[in-house]
């Protein structure tokens, strides 16, 4: 039966070699469970960095951007992103965050996604994290321990996904595009206005962005608008002044476009109040 291994928070400092320090810290841990805890100021930045452990990272406070070849992921408070073993990553914070993370074996037990992507932190969840940044470090946990990092490492292939992924095309047309679209989002700029600046018929452009990005246009313009929305939001402004400022034409139009994205309106969205996981399909 695989050990389990849980350790208080480890603070190597927010300076590129502490953050060395504490890669090597995990690399060489035994255990397949791992959780730390660590505080990060607005801005910080973490360089791109790979684990051969898997990781859930959780902010408990905090709205976090993970970065990959293959897009960026927003993850805002409730939420926790899952970082399969091997993917080379980097880090923001937007806003202080009080970080959690979970490091796991790949093999620790079966049914653990394989693929990038942000989860809803069930209550359950959430405590079963805190529990075991507390514990006292063990090499083979007893009792209730075990108990909660055994149930901790099981609860994790349960986790409901969010759309909250941001797929970057690797088109250099399109992927400027998408640039100046999260630079200045807006709801208003047509398919063919797209189109006709990269020189492409509104078909075959349709066809490219859901080929490189494997998202329709519509879905993909959406989910940057949440990007932009949910750091505003979770930084305490009004919903008025975030959904103008995106160019939303009112505020109910703008709380129709988050609620079909994720299942409630924003307010009771950062409250904790999640219906289930709606689909991101257009």
């Given at each position: 039966?695989?050990?389990?291994?849980?350790?208080?928070?480890?603070?190597?400092?927010?300076?590129?070699?502490?953050?060395?320090?504490?890669?090597?810290?995990i690399e060489g841990?035994?255990?397949?469970?791992?959780?730390?805890?660590?505080?990060?100021?607005?801005?910080?930045?973490?360089?791109?960095?790979?684990?051969?452990?898997?990781?859930?990272?959780?902010?408990?406070?905090?709205?976090?951007?993970?970065?990959?070849?293959?897009?960026?992921?927003?993850?805002?408070?409730?939420?926790?992103?899952?970082?399969?073993?091997?993917?080379?990553?980097?880090?923001?914070?937007?806003?202080?965050?009080?970080?959690?993370?979970?490091?796991?074996?790949?093999?620790?037990?079966?049914?653990?996604?394989?693929?990038?992507?942000?989860?809803?932190?069930?209550?359950?969840?959430?405590?079963?994290?805190?529990?075991?940044?507390?514990?006292?470090?063990?090499?083979?946990?007893?009792?209730?321990?075990?108990?909660?990092?055994?149930?901790?490492?099981?609860?994790?292939?349960?986790?409901?996904?969010?759309?909250?992924?941001?797929?970057?095309?690797?088109?250099p047309k399109l992927?400027?595009?998408?640039?100046?679209?999260?630079?200045?989002?807006?709801?208003?700029?047509?398919?063919?206005?797209?189109?006709?600046?990269?020189?492409?018929?509104?078909?075959?452009?349709?066809?490219?962005?859901?080929?490189?990005?494997?998202?329709?246009?519509?879905?993909?313009?959406?989910?940057?608008?949440?990007?932009?929305?949910?750091?505003?939001?979770?930084?305490?402004?009004?919903?008025?002044?975030?959904?103008?400022?995106?160019?939303?034409?009112?505020?109910?139009?703008?709380?129709?476009?988050?609620?079909?994205?994720?299942?409630?309106?924003?307010?009771?969205?950062?409250?904790?109040?999640?219906?289930?996981?709606?689909?991101?399909?257009?």
């Open positions: 039966m695989r050990q389990y291994l849980a350790v208080k928070p480890f603070l190597a400092g927010d300076t590129p070699a502490g953050h060395q320090q504490r890669l090597a810290w841990s035994k255990g397949a469970v791992i959780a730390l805890s660590s505080d990060y100021p607005d801005g910080h930045r973490i360089a791109p960095h790979r684990h051969r452990r898997a990781q859930l990272l959780h902010a408990l406070t905090g709205v976090v951007m993970v970065s990959t070849g293959q897009g960026r992921w927003m993850v805002p408070p409730e939420h926790a992103m899952w970082i399969p073993a091997g993917v080379d990553h980097s880090v923001e914070m937007l806003g202080t965050v009080a970080m959690r993370s979970v490091y796991v074996l790949s093999d620790a037990i079966g049914g653990l996604p394989e693929d990038l992507r942000v989860v809803l932190i069930s209550d359950l969840m959430r405590s079963l994290i805190v529990e075991a940044v507390a514990m006292e470090p063990a090499s083979e946990p007893q009792g209730r321990a075990a108990l909660v990092l055994g149930l901790l490492l099981h609860e994790i292939p349960n986790l409901s996904e969010r759309p909250l992924a941001l797929p970057f095309p690797e088109d992927a400027a595009l998408c640039r100046r679209f999260i630079a200045r989002p807006t709801p208003h700029a047509t398919i063919d206005d797209w189109a006709r600046e990269v020189g492409m018929s509104r078909r075959s452009f349709t066809r490219a962005f859901l080929r490189e990005t494997g998202l329709s246009l519509s879905t993909w313009r959406r989910q940057a608008c949440l990007f932009a929305a949910l750091p505003r939001l979770a930084d305490g402004e009004p919903v008025t002044t975030v959904a103008l400022d995106l160019g939303y034409d009112s505020v109910p139009a703008f709380t129709t476009m988050f609620r079909r994205m994720l299942g409630a309106s924003p307010r009771d969205y950062l409250k904790g109040k999640h219906a289930d996981a709606p689909s991101s399909a257009s």
